[in-house]
C-alpha cells in the first residue's frame, strides 16, 4: 500500500514522486558511528580558492633614448675592429691682384679620425624539465629569456651611445674628448645664489623667463660655435633628463609656459628626454644639438650589428644559445653642433 503522505504532498505542495510507495522515521543510533579516522577539517585546501590572472604583468625598464636623440647607423659587421671617417677640409689664401703676380694658392686638407668597436654577449639556456614546470603556470620559458637578452644587449648598447666604453677609442654623446666644455646655468638658485639648478628638492625654483635665458644662451653657444652656420629656424634636439622637463611647464607672469616659447622662437625644435642626463650631485645635464648643418649631419649613434642569434647548442637535456651585439658608440663629425649646460 502506498502511505497516504504522498497524497497530501501532491495536493498541498505539488511534490509528486508515484514511484515511492513508503518512508521510515526510525534514525540511526549515535554509537552506530565509529571515532573519525580523517583528521578534523571545516574546509577545503586554500590553493583550491587560489586565481592565477593569465596576463603577466610587464616589470617596466628605462626607456633607451640615445638613438632618438642623434639617430642611429650601421657600420660594418661583426667582423670589422677599426672604422675609420674620413674629413676634407678647404684650405686656401688670396694675393692682391696684379697681371703678373702668381701669389695666393688653396688646398684641400684631408683628416682620417678612427673609431674601435666593441662586441659583446649574453646567454641564453633553459633545461627540459624547467620548460614543463614553467608550462605549469603558462609561462612561454623560451621567448621569455630571447626577449630578456634582448633588453639586456640593447640596454647596454644604449649606455654606450651615452658613455661609450672605457680603453677603446670608442665614445658617446655625453663624454667626447673633442664636446665643448659645458656652460653654468645663470638661473638663480633657492638660497639666493646668482645660479642654481631649476628644480631643488622637488619644486621648481627658477622662474619661467629664468629656464628660458638659461636654453638661449646655449642656441647663443651654438651660434658662436658654429660662426654662425646655425639659425633659429634649424632642426635641433633639447635634451634632458625627465625630471628637469617638468620646469618647461612653468609660466611667466604673463600665462606663457616656456615650452610655447621655445615653439615660437625655435619652430624646428624637439625636446628629448633621458635618464642618462639625470645627476644628483653636480646637477643635470642639458644639451642643445643641431641635428644637421649645410646638409652633414652632425653626428649619429653608430653599430656594427644590432643582434645576432648564434646556433642553439643541445646539451643531454638542455639547451643554451648566445647572442651578441656590437657598438661603435657614438660618433660625432661637428662637435661644435652641440652646446652643455651642467647644473640645471
Known sequence: MRHSDFDQLERTFGIVMPEVLDYTTALLAMDAQGPLVTAPNAGIPAWLANFIDPEFIEILVTP??????????KKGNWTTLTATF????????VSSYGDYN???????NADFPQRQSYHYQTMTQWGERQLEMSSLAKIDYVSRVNIASAIVLDKFQNNTYFFGVAGLQNYGLLNDPRLSASLTPGAKAFNGNTSGPWITNGA???????IYTDIQTLFNELVLQSGGLIEMDARMTLAMAPSSSVALTTTNMYNVNVTDLLKKNFPNLKIETAVQYQNPAGGNLLQLIAEAIDGQKTGYCAFTEKLRAHGIVRDSSSFKQKKSQGSWGTVLFQPFAIASMLGV
Not at 204 to 210: G, L, Y
Open 64 to 73: 633607451n633614448k640615445a638613438a632618438a636623440i642623434l639617430g642611429e647607423a
Open 86 to 93: 674620413p674629413v676634407i677640409e678647404s684650405t686656401g689664401e
Open 102 to 108: 702668381e701669389n695666393g694658392s688653396v688646398s684641400a
Open 204 to 210: 621648481v625654483t627658477a622662474s619661467a623667463n629664468e
